[in-house]
């Protein structure tokens, strides 16, 4: 159960598509005076060094984040999206020393302000204690929340909040099949719950069968509960291998992977217009890659 560490992930093509989303989305939410809370289920340890043995040994992040500092063959500007996207991860480096990569937790920690709250939620014994000992250093105990307890349960107790305004974000590795139903058990709770919020859940793309029905249940839950919804995936490269294969394979790694937004703010799907077809221009591994973007509600 606790084998996954986002380390050797840290930065990769998914990191790029989900933290893109999650900045796109805050920046809309943030426009707005009253207070949000933004719940992490599945936090991490909260920051990542590149240059770690971790990285290096899958080597993902040289496929990820640092490919968008190239430029685009048509000479084009770089999306507002991902310029947003690597100024941010850039204020947490010293200039052109990319060494240090912020996960979910850091990210949003660094767009909220004074009045916003933070609950994060991290099982992993080691991680856990990780992502303590990074928040600590923040001197942001009001703001952050940090809680060794099931994002997939926990969050009952934050939800709906005082100020009625929420970001859920959930992301956990799938790397137990009955993740993807707890996804689906998550989101539809949720809205019962606090039909306001704004839910987004990120999901790898890969050959399991749960994996290709999580979106199509989160479009029918959603459809019913009558909100609007997003979803955006990029795929990098062919995803052609065995269905028993694991998540963080290291003879293939992830090929795709996606976002499901419920609750979109009206000017994500724009900002990803613009974003999408850049990150497979710049994160193609072969020419395979794509992108997907479709809205209802």
């Known amino acids: 159960m606790f084998s996954y560490r986002h380390a050797f992930h840290a930065g990769n093509h998914a990191d790029v598509?989900?933290?893109?989303?999650?900045?796109?989305?805050?920046r809309h939410l943030l426009q707005k005076e009253t207070a949000l809370t933004v719940l992490d289920t599945h936090a991490g340890a909260g920051l990542y060094r590149l240059d770690s043995e971790h990285a290096q040994t899958s080597g993902e992040a040289d496929q990820g984040m640092p490919r968008l500092l190239r430029p685009l063959p048509d000479k084009a500007a770089l999306a507002p999206a991902l310029q947003d996207y690597l100024e941010?991860?850039?204020?947490?480096?010293?200039?052109?020393?990319?060494?240090?990569?912020?996960?979910?937790?850091?990210i949003i920690q660094r767009l909220l302000r004074p009045h916003d709250r933070l609950k994060?939620?991290?099982l992993h014994p080691t991680d856990s204690r990780t992502l303590t000992a990074n928040v600590a250093q923040l001197e942001a105990d009001r703001q952050v929340t940090v809680l060794r307890e099931d994002g997939f349960e926990a969050w009952r107790k934050f939800l709906p909040p005082p100020s009625r305004r929420a970001l859920m974000l959930c992301d956990p590795s799938y790397e137990i099949k009955t993740d993807y139903a707890r996804v689906a058990t998550l989101a539809a709770e949720s809205l019962k719950r606090f039909a306001t919020g704004c839910y987004a859940f990120w999901y790898p793309i890969i050959p399991r069968p749960?994996?290709?029905?999580?979106?199509?249940?989160l479009k029918t839950l959603t459809t019913q509960a009558g909100k609007p919804w997003l979803h955006a995936t990029l795929t990098v490269k062919s995803g052609k291998v065995?269905?028993?294969?694991?998540?963080?394979?290291?003879?293939?790694?992830?090929p795709a992977s996606g976002m499901f937004v419920i609750n979109p703010p009206h000017t994500l799907k724009s900002a990803l217009q613009s974003a999408l077809p850049q990150m497979v221009t710049l994160?193609?591994?072969?020419?395979?890659?794509?992108?997907t973007l479709e809205s209802g509600g």
Do not use: C, M
């Open 242 to 254: 065995a269905a028993s294969a694991a998540i963080d394979d290291k003879r293939t790694g992830l």
């Open 17 to 26: 598509l989900k933290h893109t989303v999650l900045i796109a989305v805050l």
């Open 283 to 291: 994160l193609a591994q072969d020419r395979n890659a794509a992108f």
């Open 120 to 122: 994060l939620f991290e």
């Open 88 to 106: 941010l991860v850039a204020s947490f480096n010293r200039p052109k020393h990319w060494t240090i990569y912020p996960g979910s937790p850091f």
């Open 210 to 217: 749960e994996a290709h029905g999580l979106p199509r249940k």
